[in-house]
């Protein structure tokens, strides 16, 4: 259970130092978090997912990050009120951080080169929506959008990615993480 993902240096969305390793042996649902996004819906299945699993062993953390049109602006004090209020998010969030491009975490830059693709949605027009306005990723391991979200096993090894427009109820993801708990 030695994974270097345990390692990362994070803060908590009220400034608190912590790493990973606080989850050690929890499943972990890695997710890039913003409050102005058509996906922000997505917070209120994360908070289902994460209350239906969390006595199992799955943990879902939240970062937020303003690389995407700007969809998150507010201090980590406001975002942390917002997902409170407005999603009754109690799983952890994280301060703000960079996840893709310069400035990148270190954690984003490890879990995009662990995984460098994403689980598509089938039926999703999220790629080519954003290519056609000029927004999407100049490298096919870049995270996409807000909302990709990272599967992690109780040994900190990157089991899966999923695009941001595959849902967190979406059977792919659930029936992923039932895998990895049974482990």
Not at 35 to 41: A, E, M, N, Q, V
Not at 75 to 91: D, L, M, P, R, Y
Not at 104 to 113: G, I, N
Not at 169 to 181: F, G, K, Q
Request: hydrophobic residues 35%.
């Amino acid at each position: 259970m030695n994974s270097k993902l345990y390692d990362f240096k994070v803060r908590h969305i009220d400034g608190k130092e912590a790493t990973l390793g606080e989850h050690k042996g929890s499943v972990m649902l890695i997710v890039n978090v913003a409050s102005k996004c058509g996906l922000t819906p997505q917070y209120a299945d994360l908070e289902k997912l994460y209350e239906q699993y969390r006595a199992r062993g799955l943990v879902v953390l939240g970062f937020p990050a303003n690389e995407f049109a700007g969809q998150e602006p507010g201090s980590n004090q406001e975002i942390a009120e917002f997902c409170s209020t407005k999603f009754g998010v109690k799983f952890p969030m994280y301060e703000k951080i960079v996840v893709k491009g310069d400035g990148q975490h270190p954690l984003y830059k490890y879990l995009t080169e662990t995984r460098p693709t994403s689980k598509k949605n089938p039926q999703g027009k999220l790629r080519a929506t954003l290519d056609q306005h000029g927004l999407g990723p100049k490298n096919e391991t870049d995270i996409l959008w807000n909302f990709e979200k990272f599967l992690v096993d109780r040994n900190g090894q990157v089991a899966e990615r999923f695009a941001p427009d595959v849902a967190p109820n979406d059977a792919v993801v659930t029936s992923a993480i039932e895998a990895e708990l049974a482990r």
